[in-house]
Nanobody
């Protein structure tokens, strides 16, 4: 499985960005796809996840109401729409895929076997 993240950039506080993650190398019907982020000197943290089948979504409290995760099964791509960006959202964002998910563990990086490269999001205040 390969994941290719894109869409990062520089944005002013209050602005928006949409990240994309193109997935290939498998059928993803039972997968959970996620976004994590890591700022310098901090641990990687969960942002959002979505079930490829059914579309259930999960969000970190810090992004609820501002970020939206979605998918396009025909393009094998999932997205993270980020609105009302804050300086504290600045980080490298990573997409990830899990072939199976334990209930309640979508927030855990260790559940994800495959990772894309990071895409940098910079938010200026």
């Amino acid at each position: 499985v390969q994941l290719q993240a894109s869409g990062g950039g520089l944005v002013q506080a209050g602005g928006s960005l949409r990240l994309s993650c193109a997935a290939s190398g498998s059928t993803f019907s039972n997968y959970v796809m996620g976004w994590f982020r890591q700022a310098p000197g901090k641990e990687r943290e969960f942002v959002a996840a979505i079930r490829w089948s059914g579309g259930s979504t999960y969000y970190a409290d810090s992004v609820k109401g501002r970020f939206t995760i979605s998918k396009n099964v025909f393009k094998n791509t999932f997205y993270l729409q980020m609105n009302s960006l804050k300086p504290e959202d600045m980080a490298s964002y990573y997409c990830a895929a899990a072939t199976r998910m334990v209930v309640g563990r979508a927030y855990t990086a260790g559940m994800y076997e495959y990772w894309g490269q990071g895409t940098q999001v910079t938010v200026s205040s």
